[in-house]
């Protein structure tokens, strides 16, 4: 184990470490995954959106643009990083798109959701 100046511990388990060590290797992909879904979502407007979708199963730039009081070629800026980030898929109806979230991410970001939703279902008491 490395000395670490700034540590006082008197003794470093090194069971503990190794084992932290292979965890943390054994999952290397799982974090890289949760990792680019929240640095996506952690913008506040495509969490706005990744919610919306959650929501309303699939919406189009339109009933965003309307939704969120932006426009058409800002929100789709904002679709174009979750959709490359493969955090949603699209569905062509005729000339219109309509954005729904990858079932695999609506599992990781249920519970940022309900978190939401029991914020908003509880009365903020002023």
């Keep these: 184990m490395k000395n670490h100046p700034s540590c006082i511990r008197v003794f470093a388990d090194k069971v503990q470490i190794d084992n932290c060590r292979e965890i943390?290797?054994?999952?290397?992909?799982?974090?890289?995954?949760?990792?680019?879904l929240l640095a996506l979502a952690g913008n506040e407007v495509r969490l706005k959106i990744l919610f919306l979708l959650e929501e309303e199963n699939e919406l189009c730039p339109c009933d965003l643009s309307?939704?969120?009081?932006?426009?058409?070629?800002?929100?789709?800026?904002?679709?174009?990083?979750?959709?490359?980030?493969?955090?949603?898929?699209g569905r062509r109806e005729g000339q219109t798109i309509f954005y729904s979230l990858k079932p695999e991410q609506l599992t990781l970001l249920l519970p940022f959701f309900k978190i939401i939703h029991n914020k908003s279902s509880k009365k903020e008491i002023v």
């Design 66 to 89: 309307d939704i969120l009081g932006m426009s058409i070629p800002a929100v789709s800026q904002h679709l174009r990083k979750l959709k490359d980030g493969a955090i949603i898929e």
């Design 24 to 36: 943390l290797q054994a999952n290397n992909k799982a974090f890289g995954k949760l990792s680019s």
